[in-house]
């Protein structure tokens, strides 16, 4: 028993995928990190005793830090002349909620919403610009799918954020079930292009979130939704 609420305490405080970073400058010997990968600038580092890695520039500025998987991904990102690539499921953490979309390139979006905000009389699956999506918001996150499978995680165009809006991470990650496989950027776009003009919106059933994630994934779902009706 003392094991298990160990665990389950571990698995609680543990966040995954793009953890809370504050930029700041690593000085002095620092035993546990290895450099995996160096790009134009930035180090992906690896810490020796767990999973944990983390992302430096050139003035040895911590940029990210995270579990392994979803840093590499935001390496190569933050190394890039774009954060976000065609194909991308990407979103914006609004007050209550996120709002997802798919990023199809040239500062171009498909997503399910009103034509001048994510709610109202008109919901339809329609293209708009990337300013248009985020209403002005200037940071805004990508969905990164983990290698090993399991429950999607956000990477936040940021690189300073104390808090990580409605990430899902222990016992909701018991939650997820979904099982899927991804899409190429180019299906994932042309499935998102294949639902221009619906008009089939359903907050529980089929909104943003199942929509974007069906494009890159294939199934249907929303983790918000999910952890809603959970708790």
Not at 145 to 152: E, Q, S
Request: charged fraction near 30%; proline fraction near 3%.
């Amino acid at each position: 028993m003392l094991l298990a609420l160990l665990i389950a305490g571990k698995l609680l405080m543990k966040p995954g995928g793009d953890r809370p970073n504050k930029e700041e400058k690593i000085t002095g010997k620092q035993h546990f990190w290895r450099d995996k990968k160096v790009k134009n600038g930035y180090r992906l580092q690896q810490n020796l005793l767990d999973d944990h890695a983390r992302i430096l520039d050139k003035d040895n500025i911590r940029k990210a830090t995270g579990s392994m998987s979803a840093m590499e991904d935001k390496f190569e990102r933050l190394a890039s002349d774009s954060f976000l690539k065609p194909g991308d499921v990407i979103g914006v953490s609004r007050k209550w909620y996120d709002h997802y979309g798919v990023y199809i390139g040239e500062g171009r979006v498909i997503h399910y919403a009103d034509k001048t905000k994510d709610f109202g009389k008109n919901v339809s699956i329609y293209e708009t610009d990337l300013e248009g999506f985020t209403q002005g918001c200037k940071d805004y996150f990508v969905l990164h799918f983990p290698k090993a499978g399991g429950p999607p995680r956000k990477l936040r165009s940021s690189t300073d954020f104390t808090e990580n809006p409605r990430e899902g991470t222990g016992i909701f990650d018991f939650i997820f079930k979904a099982k899927y496989q991804l899409f190429s950027p180019e299906e994932t776009i042309k499935r998102a292009k294949s639902r221009l003009g619906e008009r089939s919106y359903n907050l529980t059933r089929n909104n943003c979130e199942h929509f974007a994630l069906w494009c890159k994934t294939g199934v249907s779902f929303s983790r918000q939704v999910d952890m809603a009706l959970s708790i």
